[in-house]
C-alpha cells in the first residue's frame, strides 16, 4: 500500500526505547507512522547508524529514518506535550500530512519516583503535564477527526492496571499514572454509551521490567530480569488487532494480553538467553466494577446545565 491508502498511526514519544520499538514495528505491519517525541536531529549525520535505541541520539529523526531506510513509511513531527498547542499542530499536520488518522499510541511520560517528601511540587507539576494532562489534550485533539471518520479508531495509552502497591514509594507519578487509566475507562465507557462500536481505547503496561534508557544504568547482573521492546510493541499489534469489544476500557499487561490471544514463547523476548524475568505486575489485579455499574440514577451533563444559564 502507498502512504496515501495505509491506515496512520501517531506515536507519541517514539523517540527512543519502547516508543521506537513501537514505531518501527507499527510500520512493518503495514502502517504510515508519525513518530513524535520533543527530540530532533540531523538524522543523516549520525553515525553509526542506527544508533543505540536508548541513546539521546535516537531521536524522532533517526527512528523515522529507520522506517522509511527499512522500506516503510514514516514522518517526524515535534511535539511538547506539556504544551497544548503543540500538541493541536501535531494532530493537524497528521492529518493533512497522511489525510485520516487510525492510531494514536500515547507512550510520552515523566518519571519521578520517590516519596510525597521527596517530591518538590515542580516535579509532581511536571509529571501531570506530561502524563495525565499531555494525554488528554492529545485526546481531545484528536476526537474531531475520528468524528470526520464515522468514530472509527484506536487509541493505545501507556499506563497501568489499578491496584494498592502501585502507589507505594511514588504517589506523585502515581497520580498521573493511574489518571491515564481512569481516562481509559471513562472514556471507553462514553463510548459504549454513545453507541460509538467502532472506537476502542486501551492501556497496557509491561508484566517485567523492559530494557530502555531508564535501564541502562544497572549492572550486567541485573540484566537477566529484563525483557526486550519487542514484548510490548507485539502486545500493542495484538491489541490493535482484537475485536473492540475485547479491548475497550480495558486495563492489559503486555505478557497477559498476548497469552490471551495464543502466544506461549516468552523466552525469545528476554535480554539474556535463557533466562527467566522476574513479573513485577501482581498476578492478578482488583475488579474495578460493581453491582451497580450501569445504574446512571439521574444523569447529570454539566455542558446541557451550563447552556441553561
Do not use: C
Not at 22 to 37: E, M
Not at 89 to 117: C, H, K, M, P
Not at 173 to 188: I, N, Q, R
Not at 214 to 236: N, V
Amino acid at each position: 500500500m502507498t502512504g496515501a491508502t495505509k491506515q496512520v498511526a501517531l506515536v507519541v514519544g517514539a523517540s527512543r526505547g519502547i516508543g521506537r520499538q513501537v514505531a518501527i514495528d507499527l510500520a512493518k505491519n503495514g502502517y504510515a507512522v508519525v513518530v513524535s517525541a520533543k527530540s530532533t536531529s540531523d538524522a543523516s549525520a549520525v553515525h553509526p547508524f542506527p544508533p543505540d535505541p536508548n541513546s539521546p541520539q535516537s531521536t524522532i529523526s533517526t527512528v523515522a529514518r529507520e522506517i522509511l531506510e527499512a522500506g516503510g513509511t514514516a514522518t517526524a513531527i515535534p511535539v511538547d506535550t506539556r504544551d497544548p498547542d503543540s500538541i493541536q499542530r501535531l494532530i493537524d499536520q497528521t492529518v493533512s500530512t497522511y489525510g485520516r488518522l487510525d492510531v494514536i499510541v500515547y507512550n510520552s511520560g515523566a518519571i519521578w519516583w520517590a516519596s510525597v517528601e521527596n517530591t518538590p511540587l515542580k516535579r509532581f507539576q511536571l509529571m501531570q503535564r506530561v502524563n495525565i494532562e499531555g494525554l488528554y489534550a492529545t485526546i481531545q485533539a484528536a476526537l474531531p477527526q475520528f468524528a470526520r471518520q464515522d468514530w472509527k479508531g484506536r487509541i493505545i495509552v501507556v499506563s497501568p492496571p489499578i491496584y494498592s502497591r502501585f502507589f507505594r514509594g511514588k504517589t506523585a507519578y502515581a497520580m498521573g499514572k493511574v489518571g491515564m487509566s481512569v481516562l481509559t475507562k471513562g472514556l471507553a465507557m462514553d463510548w459504549v454509551r454513545e453507541g460509538k462500536t467502532g472506537m476502542a481505547i486501551s492501556s497496557v503496561w509491561p508484566a517485567v521490567a523492559i530494557q530502555s534508557a531508564a535501564t541502562e544504568r544497572l549492572g550486567k547482573e541485573d540484566l537477566k530480569d529484563l525483557r526486550k521492546a519487542t514484548i510490548f510493541s507485539d502486545a500493542i499489534l495484538a491489541m490493535l488487532k482484537a475485536p473492540v469489544e475485547m479491548v475497550n476500557g480495558e486495563l492489559e499487561v503486555d505478557e497477559d494480553f498476548l497469552r490471551k490471544v495464543g502466544v506461549k514463547d516468552f523466552g525469545k523476548y528476554s535480554v539474556v538467553p535463557e533466562a527467566r524475568p522476574r513479573r513485577i505486575m501482581p498476578v492478578e489485579f482488583p475488579d474495578l466494577r460493581v453491582a451497580e455499574q450501569e445504574d446512571e440514577g439521574n444523569r447529570v451533563d454539566s455542558t446541557k446545565l451550563r447552556a441553561k444559564l
